[in-house]
């Protein structure tokens, strides 16, 4: 039975990208080069992925359209939805994607790039998405004590974040995240 991987911002052929550091001073990806970067990703979605899988890539697939070739690598058929690091034309993807898309709807889920803004999310009860890499939306939280009002952010629960960074590296199923096992 075929299954169903979101992924996102795998940056193939972006050197920069293994130099990027989290908040907290550490590398964001453990790779030093570009290429031994695409190599690992590859072989992490081959190790999930099969033939008959779909896999919904929500965004920056490739730093330009120079890696697009990457794609035949991949197991699974490849559904597109741009980030802002997939600026080729349509038809530079059509080769290697089943389709392209801004952004795509399964059931009361809306998958994007970047995030949609919170004023929307009366549309849809989650937004899986890219583009933050290890970050999240946040949610600031109001409370009144007998001092003022106090706030506070703490991780939005409706948007979920499927950036390579924080999903191991590879594609995870649609139905985990959706069910929230992720």
């Given at each position: 039975?075929?299954?169903?991987?979101?992924?996102?911002?795998?940056?193939?052929?972006?050197?920069?990208?293994?130099?990027?550091?989290?908040?907290?001073?550490?590398?964001?990806?453990?790779?030093?080069?570009?290429?031994?970067?695409?190599?690992?990703?590859?072989?992490?979605?081959?190790?999930?992925?099969?033939?008959?899988?779909?896999?919904?890539?929500?965004?920056?697939?490739?730093?330009n359209k120079k890696y697009i070739w990457l794609a035949r690598e991949l197991n699974g058929r490849k559904i597109?939805?741009?980030?802002?690091?997939?600026?080729?034309?349509?038809?530079?993807?059509?080769?290697?994607?089943?389709?392209?898309?801004?952004?795509?709807?399964?059931?009361?889920?809306?998958?994007?790039?970047?995030?949609?803004?919170?004023?929307?999310?009366?549309?849809?009860?989650?937004?899986?998405?890219?583009?933050?890499?290890?970050?999240?939306?946040?949610?600031?939280?109001?409370?009144?004590?007998g001092i003022g009002v106090i706030s506070e952010f703490v991780r939005d629960e409706r948007y979920v974040c499927?950036?390579?960074?924080?999903?191991?590296?590879?594609?995870?199923?649609?139905?985990?995240?959706?069910?929230?096992?992720r």
């Amino acid at each position: 039975m075929a299954k169903t991987f979101v992924t996102a911002d795998l940056h193939f052929g972006h050197q920069g990208v293994c130099e990027f550091l989290k908040a907290d001073g550490t590398k964001l990806r453990p790779w030093d080069n570009a290429d031994d970067m695409n190599k690992a990703l590859i072989e992490n979605w081959n190790a999930v992925v099969h033939d008959h899988d779909m896999v919904y890539v929500l965004g920056d697939f490739a730093v330009n359209k120079k890696y697009i070739w990457l794609a035949r690598e991949l197991n699974g058929r490849k559904i597109l939805v741009k980030g802002n690091h997939d600026t080729g034309a349509l038809g530079e993807y059509a080769e290697y994607f089943d389709d392209v898309r801004g952004c795509s709807q399964h059931g009361k889920a809306i998958l994007t790039h970047i995030p949609v803004h919170p004023s929307q999310l009366n549309r849809w009860a989650v937004n899986v998405h890219g583009h933050l890499h290890a970050t999240s939306v946040l949610e600031e939280i109001e409370t009144m004590t007998g001092i003022g009002v106090i706030s506070e952010f703490v991780r939005d629960e409706r948007y979920v974040c499927v950036s390579v960074e924080q999903t191991n590296f590879r594609p995870i199923l649609l139905d985990e995240v959706l069910n929230g096992k992720r």
